[in-house]
């Protein structure tokens, strides 16, 4: 077991390109062109994540979602209101 703790305020795309691309970059690219957030959105939301005290290893604690993922979705929502 390792000790090191987890990234705080880290994204996915931040920490390991390997689980990056298994994970986020799969993901994202299955949701329609017509529901994505577009680059611009999804880039400010992302922001606003990562000033979040929720964000550890790239996972929102209120709701356990892959915040990247999330934030590319045209209908995506932050559970706490931030955007």
Not at 11 to 19: A, E, K, V
Not at 47 to 59: E, K, P, V, Y
């Amino acid at each position: 077991m390792s000790d090191e703790k987890p990234c705080r305020r880290c994204l996915l795309s931040q920490m390991d390109q390997g689980r990056y691309e298994e994970v986020i970059l799969r993901a994202v690219s299955a949701i329609s062109e017509k529901d994505r957030s577009g680059e611009k959105i999804c880039h400010e939301r992302l922001q606003m994540c990562q000033s979040c005290d929720n964000l550890i290893s790239g996972t929102c604690l209120a709701c356990g979602c892959y915040v990247e993922i999330r934030a590319a979705m045209k209908k995506g929502r932050c559970p706490e209101k931030k955007w």
